[in-house]
């Protein structure tokens, strides 16, 4: 199975929004509302930010929103603050019953 | 508020079998809610998933790794183990065990801590 197609890096400055794209195919994002995001802070286990696509989990900001347009799901961070610096990595369900995850996405806050 | 927690040896010799448990706390691994899953992350590199359980033993495997991945269960003692078989320094990484949501497939959540486990001789 093929990862998820992330950007390597993406950056911004306080208070800009920014999105992070994940790219699959009909056969995962594209075709199942199971994409989950992750937050990971160096040294850090990753923590689940968004689930099944636009779901946040309790104690998680608003700031934080998914969404999907065909085989490509979309983390976007409003009112970007310095404590959203991190690794951002996504996965998604796929038709081969497994679990797949992008590379991960390095979000530098200017 | 539920705590997972990985133990297990740090280094293994390449060849041999890599073993790692999970301790889950402040709830039951018997929950009909929660399946429980094992992920893994090269140093420096992005997070792979290994596989799933569920309390009643089903198990689901990462394909790529499906020949040489263990996943099993003890209620008696609220905890889930992997088994990685045949260990080359590629296996070496960073290893997290995770609650898993409602469905194998899905999302993970909590994560422990994770525990380094290196193959080297």
């Known amino acids: 199975q093929s990862a998820l197609t992330q950007p390597a890096s993406v950056s911004g400055s306080p208070g800009q929004s920014i999105t992070i794209s994940c790219t699959g195919t009909?056969?995962?994002?594209?075709?199942?509302?199971?994409v989950s995001w992750y937050q990971q802070k160096p040294g850090k286990a990753p923590k689940l930010i968004i689930y099944e696509v636009a779901n946040r989990p309790s104690g998680v900001s608003n700031r934080f929103s998914g969404s999907k347009s065909g085989n490509t799901a979309s983390l976007t961070i409003s009112g970007l603050q310095a404590e959203d610096e991190a690794d951002y990595y996504c996965s998604s369900y796929t038709s081969s019953s497994t679990l797949v995850f992008g590379g991960g996405t390095k979000l530098t806050v200017l | 508020q539920l705590q997972l927690q990985e133990s297990g040896p740090g280094l293994v010799k390449p060849s041999e079998t890599l073993s790692l448990t999970c301790t889950v706390s402040g709830g039951s691994l018997s929950s009909s809610s929660y399946y429980w899953g094992w992920i893994r992350q090269p140093p420096g590199k992005g997070v792979e998933w290994i596989g799933t359980?569920?309390?009643?033993?089903?198990?689901y495997y990462n394909p790529s790794l499906k020949s040489r991945v263990t996943i099993s269960v003890d209620t008696s003692k609220n905890q889930f183990s992997l088994n990685l078989s045949s260990v080359t320094a590629a296996d070496t990484a960073v290893y997290y065990c995770?609650?898993?949501?409602?469905?194998?497939?899905?999302?993970?959540?909590?994560w422990g801590q994770g525990t380094l486990v290196t193959v080297s001789s």
């Open positions: 995770a609650g898993a949501g409602p469905s194998p497939y899905n999302w993970f959540d909590p």
């Open positions: 359980i569920y309390y009643s033993g089903n198990t």
């Open positions: 009909s056969s995962d994002v594209g075709g199942y509302n199971y």
